[in-house]
């Protein structure tokens, strides 16, 4: 076997695992991790279903190895609540009902954190381009939109 | 005792208010299992072996090396699953389909699959496995399928519904029919006939989450299946049939579910999971890749279809006919037959004759897609009835006012209407401050009406007191977006009490009486007529249960606001008791307190809406933007409205995407050239504005608290509202879906040259 040792940090805390050269991340965090909210939609970085944040940056972890991981920092939806208390993002998507089948709902709130960390008052045309990268099938984005200006709203306030 | 179905209006307290659902918490922290989140002790991976050719003979399958190689636990192909249909052919063409036995129908149809330690090994696994094909012609354009020099696919299929029988086998599976009156006579009474072909290219439903299962296949004859899917009882029944498993020992849990839209109707890869699991003595996950889904699971019909309308002068139309040529895949369907009967549903029409035609193609097995084959005929025939009112000189929407259908009315489809919504939606639509507003330049206004059924079914519920006076709800139809809060509000608003103190999951099928599966909009008309029922047949025992306690006559308690109270003035002095008072004491008056509900859900009523979009086209690139869209829509009774404007939202976005840029695009050697989110573009953010929703209610006579089924008509309308959008902003006919650039330009083009 040509499995490696890969030390990181994930939700804050440091992983070690073991994976093949060919794996990708999303497939050590759900395989390997059982992290499995984070999920797959296409395998190709089309859907954003899979979005993880790698040192500060938004990516699909179907397109990063899981080597690549080493000595990083990742974010997953498994540690964007603090214990009890929803992140903002979080309870606003419940409030607009902006999930239906919620399978692209991690994806969606991954890329929506990441987007209100860079840029905390959008416009509706900077969420929208913001969020094309994340494939919804069942709501036609319109109460995703409108929680995101409402959670963008709301982390002003706070 | 008997339940009454039938309306009567309520003020309602839970009902129609917007609380957060009940598994949203886990759905915002990733904490919902999905398909593919699931796992098993010694689970295998599985994946499945496709064909390359889009019509081929198999020969001799040669699996001997791929058994071979080390961490391979078991391979199987058609003859591990032998036929045990019994000359069931619509099970039969279930079972071919997921695993091809003699010829492979089209590119991606499975035809061996394996099951290994890790993705790796069955990777190398597939790659040693040999097949012998004698590759033969192919066929996938509907209207090239049904002319009779066309490949045949099967020839043991001589069109159904003619007469006589032809001598000739070909691709037209069947032929129905639809209407009543003297078409022609009534188009030789027309002032105005308008004449067109259109055609609707295949598109693919699209959710989010691929296919997927765990199937777990004992030695002793019982297995578990977790799989994501809109009927776990209906892949029980199928599945069992065909390993030849008992239904009650083939327990189904139905996963989270990410996306279905009538795809996640039909069994493809959960059998092949269970033969595996049987052949290698171990659980089996197979979880689809998105080329798999897209090449061997899924799609509509793609469509090819005539019609002609005609009015007098006055507006009145008299005569209306279409002829619908749907794609089945290679597989028997009533695709055309679906879309011969809604084609018309919305109009009042004294003579009216459509004419369906099954169409098999070397293309994937057609599926349900939300209303399936309606939105494909409301394009032909809003389209038709928009030229229609231009010739005449009416507006539109005046037009359609004047020809629609109303209750009493008898549809096209045979059935005489009761109270319907199009009519409303359409005095909406014409009043709605969207209809009035100015528009751009190279900017165009559309609009249609769509209907669709809407289906009831078996269903079957079970309702549970439990012991501190909150209540479990089990329920058997799928939630495939926000049914168990519906559900919820129902249930509270049932038994009287906070909506926060019910708790409502999907049951497995081990665990409740069967279900149909959710589809045909049915998931909440059907599930909260079960739940009130069930709701109520607990009320009597909560009732029976108080006057136990209070030692009176069962007649003299009533229940209300979540209390049994004693009435009249000889019982003046007993305070009511709560539903947690009775609870409580349930160990000592008799019991566990529950209500259940097993019925088949008649009286779905039918469903209209009208849409209304602007559209700017870019007249050098022949692109487009959706630059405002509304749906109205009558709900009967929104149990919880936002989930109810989410429904419309997103039917209406599907349809945006069908209509614009969505299309199954096959070369010339018969093979899917788009099988991804890259090249198959479904709508993202950036693409779709807001969508405005009002939502209508007229109540459906037919269910206590007026519902209806809102999930699929939104569908309907959004091809043909973009196709007369794009007609006004550009001036030339649009009647080729998907509207893309290149085709907008040609229509352009040919405009000029005219």
């Known amino acids: 076997m040509s499995g490696r040792a890969v030390s990181t940090t994930i939700n804050g805390d440091d992983v070690e695992f073991l994976c093949q050269p060919e794996e990708t991340l999303l497939e050590v965090l759900r395989d390997r991790l059982g992290l499995t909210g984070t999920k797959e939609g296409c395998g190709t970085g089309d859907c954003g279903a899979c979005s993880v944040i790698l040192d500060d940056r938004l990516v699909c972890s179907c397109l990063v190895l899981g080597m690549e991981a080493q000595d990083r920092r990742i974010e997953t939806i498994e540690g964007m609540a603090d214990g009890d208390t929803l992140h903002p993002l979080q309870q606003k998507f419940l409030e607009h009902a902006a999930l239906q089948c919620g399978v692209c709902t991690p994806g969606f709130l991954i890329a929506a954190k990441d987007l209100l960390d860079r840029n905390p008052d959008p416009t509706e045309e900077e969420i929208r381009f913001g969020l094309a990268g994340n494939l919804c099938r069942c709501t036609g984005y319109d109460k995703i939109v409108r929680a995101v200006q409402d959670a963008a709203s709301a982390m002003k306030g706070a | ?754």
């Open chain 2, 1 to 754: 005792m008997g339940f009454d179905p039938g309306y009567s209006a309520r003020k309602f307290t839970s009902v129609g208010t917007r609380p957060i659902r009940p598994d949203g918490v886990d759905k915002v922290t990733g904490r919902a299992r999905y398909g593919a989140d699931f796992n098993m002790p010694g689970q295998l991976v599985g994946q499945v072996l496709r064909s390359p050719h889009a019509h081929a003979k198999i020969g001799k399958i040669d699996t001997s090396k791929a058994e071979a190689l080390k961490g391979v636990k078991a391979v199987i192909t058609a003859a591990d699953l032998p036929d045990l249909t019994n000359g069931d052919s619509a099970m039969y063409d279930i079972l071919d389909n997921c695993m091809a036995r003699k010829k492979a129908l089209y590119d991606g149809h499975a035809v061996a699959a394996v099951a290994a330690i890790d993705a790796r090994t069955a990777r190398q696994a597939l790659k040693l496995i040999e097949v012998d094909y004698e590759v033969l012609a192919h066929v996938t354009d509907v209207d090239e399928a049904a002319k009779p020099t066309a490949p045949v696919l099967n020839d043991t299929v001589f069109t159904e519904g003619t007469d006589p029988r032809p001598d000739k086998p070909s691709n037209v599976a069947k032929r129905s029919q639809y209407g009543h009156g003297d078409v022609e006579k009534g188009l030789g009474q027309a002032d105005f006939v308008v004449e067109r072909s259109y055609k609707t290219e295949q598109t693919h439903q699209g959710y989010i989450e691929p296919h997927a299962c765990v199937a777990s296949v004992n030695s002793d004859g019982t297995a578990d299946l977790w799989v994501c899917t809109q009927g776990h009882f209906v892949y029980r029944q199928h599945c069992a049939q065909l390993l030849g498993l008992d239904v009650s020992k083939l327990r189904v849990t139905s996963s989270e579910i990410g996306g279905g839209f009538g795809g996640k109707t039909h069994i493809w890869a959960e059998p092949v999971a269970l033969a595996l699991s049987r052949k290698a003595g171990r659980p089996v996950k197979l979880v689809m890749s998105r080329e798999e889904v897209f090449r061997a699971s899924g799609p509509t019909s793609a469509t090819s279809i005539d019609v002609r309308i005609g009015a007098r002068k006055d507006g009145t139309i008299t005569g209306a006919t279409a002829t619908l040529r749907y794609s089945c895949g290679p597989y028997y369907g009533m695709w055309a037959e679906l879309g011969a009967m809604t084609a018309f549903a919305c109009y009042n029409l004294q003579n009216v004759e459509t004419v369906g035609y099954e169409v098999l193609v070397n293309r994937p097995k057609t599926a349900a897609y939300r209303a399936p084959s309606a939105p494909m005929a409301a394009f032909a025939v809003e389209s038709a009835i928009d030229e229609l009112a231009h010739k005449v000189g009416m507006d539109p929407v005046e037009f359609r006012i004047l020809n629609a259908a109303r209750e009493g009315t008898r549809s096209s489809y045979g059935p005489v209407y009761g109270p319907i919504g199009i009519g409303p939606t359409l005095e909406a639509a014409k009043n709605h401050p969207h209809m009035k507003a100015p528009l751009g330049k190279n900017q165009g206004r559309g609009m249609a009406c769509g209907f669709w059924f809407n289906f009831g079914g078996q269903t079957c519920t079970d309702l549970n007191i439990d012991s501190d006076g909150t209540v479990s709800l089990a329920v058997g139809t799928v939630d495939v977006g926000g049914s168990r809060a519906s559900l919820s509000l129902v249930a509270a608003e049932e038994l009287g009490i906070p909506y926060e103190q019910v708790k409502a999951v999907v049951a497995d099928t081990s665990t409740l009486g069967y279900n149909d599966m959710t589809d045909g909009s049915r998931g909440t008309f059907s599930s909260s007529m079960a739940t009130i029922s069930a709701a109520r047949n607990a009320i009597e025992v909560l009732r029976e249960r108080a006057a136990e306690m209070w030692d009176i006559p069962v007649d003299d308690v009533v229940w209300e606001k979540g209390h049994a109270v004693a009435k009249g003035a000889k019982h003046g002095n007993l305070p009511s008791l709560s539903l947690k008072e009775i609870a409580a004491a349930a160990a000592n008056t008799g019991g566990p307190i529950a209500g259940h509900s097993e019925l088949v859900a008649d009286g779905a009523g039918v469903s209209f809406a009208t849409h209304i979009c602007d559209i700017e086209v870019d007249p050098e690139t022949g692109s487009t933007r959706v630059v405002r869209y509304t749906v109205v829509q009558d709900a009967g009774k929104a149990v919880h409205p936002t989930y109810v404007e989410g429904q419309y939202q997103g039917g209406a976005a599907q349809g945006i995407g069908w209509a614009l840029n969505e299309e199954y695009i096959y070369g010339e050697d018969g093979r899917l050239q788009n099988p991804g989110f890259l090249d198959y573009r479904i709508p993202v953010c950036s693409d779709l504005p807001m969508i405005d929703t009002q939502i209508l209610e007229i109540p459906n006579p037919n269910h206590p608290y007026g519902v209806r089924g809102v999930g699929e008509t939104s569908i309907v309308p959004p091809l043909a509202a973009i196709a007369n959008a794009v007609s006004n902003a550009v001036g030339a006919r649009m009647t080729h879906v998907p509207m893309s650039p290149p085709r907008i330009l040609a229509a352009l083009e040919a405009e000029k040259a005219d």
